[in-house]
């Protein structure tokens, strides 16, 4: 038995365990011990995820009663990779679990399938052939399908966050169904492997990818299939929708990475061009839709969104850079995708279990009413701090590494000789950079609001520090935002074992070196420099500083000082709103004035009612009216079943006298 | 046996198979109607019998003791006791009016021998003939289940039906092994006695059989 196959059964007797653990426990210990094995299975999903990536071989196959072939789990260098990033987010978010849950998130069933849920996901990237990956597709959509349901007691938007959720999972996962079915009939063989020797230039392969492509953006919450993204995440417990938004949505990037790398090599080129159409969009439109968000999970998901998006534009560039032989850039877009992976998981882990820190102390996502956290819960906010920016892609965090050569691999990307690609690409470059400048105020928005100046309300004046494992679990993350980021050199090695493709390389000690393009980044080396650049200034900063009387900061973002009501600050809505006006066409807020005048005069006012509210546009425009439909057809649908025996028996019996006739004829 | 004789002799019994399916659609009342399933029951056993001894066959003959006990004593009798004495209320009142009903009968007896082409194909002699009365059955019990309201009657269409199947099997094939039929009727009587318990249930709970009132219960 190879390293592989003992790190695979370790996953499944790991999960077996906790399963039995959550289910057996005393309540008391239920949560350490189930978060501890919750833990060990995503460690060991890890360990494995390296081995894979390391070049270690397995081979594990499971027969099953049903009949189909039997489940074979061998993970790739991909596959390892993906696995890896779903174990560590696993682990973390599972030690944080531990002192986090409370009320139903604590109870046997939110254990066990948190369990189910970290084994399906790490499953997926091991599955070598459709059957199995179907298999652990589904695990992973349902185990999270009754995560999200967890406190449907408490909060009734729970109960329809979960149908939003279940049904659009499920859609994905048909839409794999039916694209993996298409390719297995070319290719004579469900295995990956059968598959990948399929014709590239015939119109089903092209069907299949196009479908499957729909399936994994479903899943990854692209716009615009990603309404459930901003549901389901404020309705699960934090630490699950951490690992839903920086595990599971990846599950769909690796699918398209699966497609685009593995089964279908050889694309054409407008496979590439419907990629970047989607990443584009959901960059955009996510962003956008984050940056007026005041809900502060809500803000999370659609900053998932963007972040995805980036993703697949640049694992479209890549395929669209490829089949125009751009080689060098084409190889670094592929790379930079997984840079985006690794450094999207470190960041929105963090933040999410930041967002679930305040959750706890508060009881409150909504930023208006949030405020001066940072005093309060001073490693929270450091944390948080760290992971904002590294989702604003600043200096020194993974999040800037990842965009850096993502820019790199677009502005290289640009050929004068193709007029499709010199067009393409310096969109793509103004999108991403857009994104970037939009991400840095949505961030702003969301620490600044929620950790700096005084209370907006009682709760956030009363909050404190959640337990022991909450902060290891959020310093955990929140190291591995800045160390990918000083280090990347690392993450180099891992991308470059994993896309199988040259162009990115360790520069230095540990900086990414681009040779497809001829750049390279050494945060290391430019930190001592900005370093040595900096502390003369600070030196003489300090020194000036000293000589003069001092001036008292009262209070940060208390936008000139204390105000009379707390009231008064700066909200998220107000600081958001240059922003919604700017983008009014794109954002469609609904907007409510009521005045309400003195007397009979036309002058004098008495009140003024100003309401504002922004809703998902792809939501009321596209799905209100399916869904309308939808319902329209189930409810002429519920006249054929009126519960009368008589009309059910009459159906058989019409249909017996149809199938006579039809077999006579 | 000379073949004339076994001719007539199966044609016969076909023949009030079919007669015996018709007034079970034609009457409405429950005891009446039980009391033709009976006559339908035993004339089975006597096609079956004759086919034994045509062929010389005596598991077959046994098999036409089985159906004999089973179809024309047996469910009879325990219909009949669920059905209970005569009265106003065992009358059944069918969905639809009895003239529709015999002329759905006359169509779908044209239907049965206009499908029944191919299976007459596979065969020869007068047994081929007669199947599509078998398959006229079927599709006679199937109308019966579809259209009425009473559960007595409900369990004749369905008894009915499965004399139809089980004379398109003796006549199609000389019936199936001994072991597969007795595991057949042994069902059959199961499904009935626990259908018998059922209805004396509803009986007890609603003072009445009629289906319809039954789809009160839902929501």
């Not at chain 1, 972040?307 to 790379?335: K, T």
């Not at chain 2, 007595?152 to 039906?161: A, D, K, N, P, R």
């Amino acid at each position: 038995m190879t390293q592989v196959e003992v790190g695979l059964w370790a996953q499944l007797v790991l999960a077996l365990a906790t399963v039995s653990v959550a289910v057996l426990a005393r309540p008391a210990l239920r949560a350490r011990l189930a978060g501890v094995g919750a833990a060990a299975l995503g460690v060991a999903g890890a360990v494995t995820g390296v081995l894979a990536l390391t070049g270690g071989q397995g081979r594990l196959v499971i027969p099953l009663a049903l009949p189909v072939d039997p489940v074979v789990l061998s993970p790739t260098p991909l596959g390892g990779f993906f696995m890896v990033v779903a174990g560590a987010v696993g682990a973390v978010a599972a030690v944080y679990a531990i002192g986090y849950v409370h009320g139903p998130s604590a109870s046997a069933s939110s254990w066990a399938a948190l369990a189910t849920f970290l084994l399906g996901m790490q499953l997926v990237p091991a599955a070598a052939d459709a059957v199995s990956f179907l298999l652990a597709w589904e695990l992973m959509a349902a185990a999270s399908t009754v995560l999200v349901l967890t406190e449907h007691r408490e909060r009734l938007e729970v109960r329809s966050a979960a149908l939003w959720y279940a049904v659009m999972t499920h859609l994905s996962f048909l839409l794999i169904l039916l694209g993996f079915a298409v390719l297995a009939a070319a290719g004579h063989g469900t295995s990956f492997a059968a598959m990948s020797h399929v014709d590239p230039a015939s119109a089903s392969t092209s069907l299949a990818f196009v479908l499957l492509v729909l399936g994994f953006a479903t899943k990854a919450g692209i716009v615009p299939m990603h309404v459930w993204l901003p549901r389901a995440h404020p309705a699960a417990p934090s630490h699950v929708s951490a690992v839903m938004s920086a595990a599971m949505v990846k599950m769909g990037v690796y699918g398209v990475l699966l497609v685009v790398l593995q089964l279908l090599p050889a694309g054409r080129p407008w496979w590439g061009l419907v990629l970047l159409a989607f990443g584009t969009v959901s960059a955009v439109y996510g962003i956008l839709q984050a940056s007026v968000a005041t809900d502060l999970k809500r803000l999370l998901a659609y900053s998932t969104t963007e972040n995805v998006g980036l993703m697949f534009l640049a694992i479209g560039a890549g395929v669209l850079l490829r089949s125009y032989g751009v080689v060098g850039p084409a190889e670094v877009a592929a790379g930079t995708a997984l840079l985006l992976v690794a450094s999207h998981a470190a960041f929105k882990t963090t933040l999410f279990l930041g967002a679930g820190s305040v959750l706890h102390a508060t009881g409150l996502r909504d930023l208006d009413r949030l405020g001066g956290l940072g005093k309060r819960m001073p490693t929270t906010a450091a944390t948080f701090g760290v992971g904002a920016l590294g989702a604003a892609a600043l200096p020194i965090t993974c999040g800037f590494v990842a965009e850096w050569a993502l820019l790199q691999s677009l502005i290289h990307g640009a050929r004068p000789e193709d007029r499709l690609v010199a067009v393409v690409m310096p969109v793509a470059v103004a999108v991403v950079a857009l994104t970037a400048g939009l991400a840095l105020m949505t961030f702003v928005k969301a620490y600044g609001i929620a950790f700096l100046a005084r209370p907006r309300g009682p709760e956030a004046g009363t909050a404190h520090e959640g337990p022991a494992t909450m902060r290891v679990a959020l310093v955990v993350s929140a190291v591995a935002v800045v160390g990918l980021g000083l280090v990347p050199g690392i993450m180099a090695t891992a991308v470059v074992r994993a896309v199988g493709l040259g162009g990115i390389d360790v520069f230095g000690v540990a900086g990414l070196g681009l040779p497809g393009v001829g750049a390279a980044l050494d945060p290391v080396a430019l930190t001592g420099l900005a370093l040595l650049v900096a502390i003369p200034v600070l030196v003489v900063t300090w020194r000036m500083a000293r000589r003069r009387p001092s001036r008292p900061v009262d209070l940060a973002w208390g936008g000139g000082g204390v105000r009379v009501s707390p009231r008064m600050q700066y909200t998220a809505t107000s600081y958001a709103e240059p922003l919604s006006r700017v983008f009014d066409d794109a954002l469609r807020p609904e907007r409510d004035l009521e005045i309400t005048h003195a007397g009979e005069s036309r002058y004098l006012v008495e009140r003024v009612q100003f309401r504002q509210q922004l809703e998902d546009v792809v939501e009321v425009r596209a799905y209100v009216p399916a869904v309308r439909l939808v319902d329209r057809v189930g409810l002429a649908a519920r006249r054929l079943q009126n519960g009368s025996i008589h009309r059910y028996l009459a159906y058989s019996f019409v249909a017996l006298i149809a199938v006579l006739i039809v077999v006579s004829l | 046996m000379t073949p004339v004789l076994f001719a007539e002799l199966v044609a016969f019994c076909a023949g009030v198979l079919l007669l015996t399916g018709v007034l079970i659609v034609w009457r409405r009342e429950l005891r009446a109607i039980v009391r033709l399933l009976a006559v339908q029951g035993v004339a089975l056993a006597v096609l079956v019998a004759v086919i034994g001894i045509d062929a010389h066959l005596p598991e077959l003959v046994a098999v036409a003791l089985l159906v004999l006990v089973l179809k024309g004593f047996v469910l009879p009798v325990v219909l009949g006791r669920v059905a209970g004495p005569a009265g106003p209320g065992r009358v059944e009142t069918p969905m639809i009016n009895t003239t529709a009903s015999l002329i759905l009968l006359a169509l779908l007896t044209t239907l049965a021998y206009l499908v029944s082409q191919p299976l007459k194909a596979a065969g020869s002699g007068p047994t081929a003939a007669a199947v599509p009365i078998g398959l006229a059955l079927v599709l006679f019990g199937f109308l019966v289940l579809a259209t009425r309201r009473h559960a007595i009657s409900q369990l004749v269409g369905f008894l009915m039906l499965d004399n139809g199947i089980a004379a398109v099997a003796f006549l199609i094939a000389g019936g199936v092994p001994l072991v597969v039929e007795l595991g057949a009727s042994l069902d059959l009587l199961l499904v009935v006695l626990v259908l018998q318990v059922l209805t004396g249930r509803i009986r007890a709970e609603f003072g009445d059989l009629d289906l319809d009132d039954l789809s009160e219960l839902r929501d």
